[in-house]
């Protein structure tokens, strides 16, 4: 069927995901500010993406798979997207008052 | 590739080749699509809680990072690691699966379910030590949060998302380990060979996306405020 990854390649890929959440845990003691919050979900997005190309195989996947996977960030996109927009703005009208 | 494995299958008439399907690669990769559905649910089910949790979190920043405090980034660190041993372990089942190695397919999945069950009991000790902490919130009685009074009621919402967040987490790797344990008694019932492991394949899926949900939720929950006592 599609071809199989080798044992070299999955422990490769495990291990810069055993690194990458020591670094997160790390990186979370020193102070960024504001960039504290977007440096752990870089991480986060990149061990995602680890994750689901190589342990999930979508690399190897039907275009119709890869399609169905990425309709998932779009969805979310447009979920978190949407709902700061609205939020965020709030603030921004006269008098405004979040709730 | 492809059509040689059709070919075969509709020559030798595969006994686990479905009557509506043309081939074994079609029969997978309708599988494969259809679990891929199922986690677009699942998707928009952490989605929600992931956007009420940014929402909040946004309005109340500072108390989520002062109540943030209470968990142990260390607990958090650790499961995060058990998990991501018991996905390569899942990973190489699959692989086993897939090249028909029967007696390491068993010894893998037996390892992923282990890893599992750390998980789950590191979370059973951390829920302990909140309950004992009194920081069980909507719980008469268990509700304790004198040491920073200003953010007495924020931090109750903090910790209803922890606890939603991460107990519906542990709710999908208690149903993985079940699953983990069906493939295991199908695979020693001798159900898969290298032409067929669908089932492994799928609940494949089903393990990473719980580990990827636990992914994001390690920083959200753990890793806040990390670097500064805010009290």
């Known amino acids: ?99 | 590739m492809a059509d040689t494995h059709g070919a075969v299958a509709e020559h030798t008439g595969h006994s686990q080749l479905r009557h509506h399907f043309d081939s074994m690669e079609q029969q997978f990769d309708s599988a494969t699509l259809g679990m891929w559905v199922f986690l677009l649910t699942e998707i928009m089910f952490f989605g929600g809680m992931f956007c009420a949790y940014t929402v909040y979190r946004s309005t109340y920043p500072e108390a989520f990072a002062s109540t943030s405090q209470h968990m142990n980034p260390l607990w958090g660190a650790v499961n995060t690691a058990v998990l991501i041993v018991s996905s390569l372990s899942m990973a190489l089942a699959v692989r086993a699966a897939r090249l028909g190695q029967q007696k390491a397919l068993q010894l893998l999945l037996i390892v992923t379910m282990i890893f599992g069950l750390a998980f789950l009991g590191v979370k059973a000790i951390e829920y302990h030590e909140h309950w004992v902490d009194m920081k069980v919130p909507l719980i008469a009685g268990h509700w304790d949060y004198s040491e920073a009074p200003q953010f007495a009621r924020q931090a109750q919402i903090m910790f209803c998302f922890y606890f939603f967040m991460t107990g519906f987490h542990a709710l999908h790797m208690v149903v993985g380990v079940g699953l983990m344990t069906t493939i295991l008694i199908m695979a020693r019932k001798g159900t898969f060979s290298a032409e067929y492991f669908t089932p492994v394949e799928i609940s494949g899926l089903y393990w990473h996306f719980v580990d990827i949900v636990w992914i994001f939720l390690f920083p959200l929950l753990y890793l806040i405020g990390r670097t500064k006592t805010i009290f």
């Open chain 1, 1 to 99: 069927m599609h071809q199989i990854p080798s044992v070299r390649t999955y422990v490769i890929i495990w291990a810069i995901l055993t690194l990458m959440t020591f670094v997160t845990y790390k990186v979370a003691q020193i102070e960024l500010h504001e960039w504290n919050i977007v440096v752990a979900l870089l991480i986060a997005f990149f061990k995602m993406m680890l994750v689901i190309l190589f342990f999930m195989n979508v690399k190897a996947e039907s275009p119709l798979t890869k399609l169905f996977a990425g309709a998932g960030f779009f969805w979310m996109i447009l979920l978190l997207g949407q709902t700061l927009i609205d939020y965020i703005s709030r603030a921004w009208m006269p008098e405004g008052k979040m709730w």
